[in-house]
T-cell receptor
Framework: DGGITQSPKYLFRKEGQNVTLSCEQN?????MYWYRQDPGQGLRLIYY???????QKGDIAEGYSVSREKKESFPLTVTSAQKNPTAFYLC??????????FGPGTRLTVL | GESVGLHLPTLSVQEGDNSIINCAYS??????FIWYKQESGKGPQFIID?????DKRQGQRVTVLLNKTVKHLSLQIAATQPGDSAVYFC????????????FGTGTRLKVLA
């Protein structure tokens, strides 16, 4: 089955720790995205990548980092510099500017 | 469960009735629009899309209407079922030369038995 996967589903982080969220797609999409979702708000773009080995900051990139070494993979690291990281994180992919397909999400909680 | 959508506007509809969910979009240059459905604790799912050269598009039990004059998008769900209960939000492609979309905050649909 073609699709986009995220792991883990739930993640707990202690203050001061960096954590990495995984996102993999086998849809052969060139573009991938990371969003943060908080209650009562629309999706906010953290980072996006339109091509391998290239990525751009979104609207709320501070405290996050990404890499795009392979077309299929776009991991997101939440660093200790992110002051309020508790949220639901969604990864998406698309072929160009066509519709974005979303993964199942990772719920990150800071302890 | 997932607390996404805790403070969203809510539409309550009787099972079997039709539902209409509205979205005001922001950019008059936007040329492509999508409706997504998001169930609690899950990622959004594509429902239907429409391009700016169309006013209406129909799918299975769903219809999207686009009014470019007032920058308004609506999603109509016919014969609403319990499985339709979810948060629905619209997305617009602002035709900015990048792949970035603008997402609405969403509406929670509750289907009453």
């Amino acid at each position: 089955d073609g699709g986009i996967t995220q792991s883990p589903k739930y993640l707990f982080r202690k203050e001061g720790q960096n954590v990495t969220l995984s996102c993999e797609q086998n849809l052969n999409h060139d573009a991938m995205y990371w969003y943060r979702q908080d209650p009562g708000q629309g999706l906010r773009l953290i980072y996006y990548s339109q091509i391998v080995n290239d990525f751009q900051k979104g609207d709320i990139a501070e405290g996050y980092s990404v890499s795009r070494e392979k077309k299929e993979s776009f991991p997101l690291t939440v660093t200790s510099a992110q002051k309020n990281p508790t949220a639901f994180y969604l990864c998406a992919s698309s072929m160009g500017s066509d519709e974005q397909f979303f993964g199942p999400g990772t719920r990150l909680t800071v302890l | 469960g997932e607390s996404v959508g805790l403070h969203l506007p809510t539409l309550s509809v009787q099972e079997g009735d039709n539902s209409i969910i509205n979205c005001a979009y922001s950019n008059s240059a936007s040329d492509y629009f999508i409706w997504y459905k998001q169930e609690s604790g899950k990622g959004p799912q594509f429902i239907i899309d429409i391009r700016s050269n169309m006013d209406k598009r129909q799918g299975q039990r769903v219809t999207v209407l686009l009014n470019k004059t007032v920058k308004h998008l609506s999603l109509q769900i016919a014969a609403t079922q319990p499985g339709d209960s979810a948060v629905y939000f619209c997305a617009e492609n602002p035709n900015s030369g990048t792949y970035k979309y603008i997402f609405g905050t969403g509406t929670r649909l509750k289907v009453l038995a």
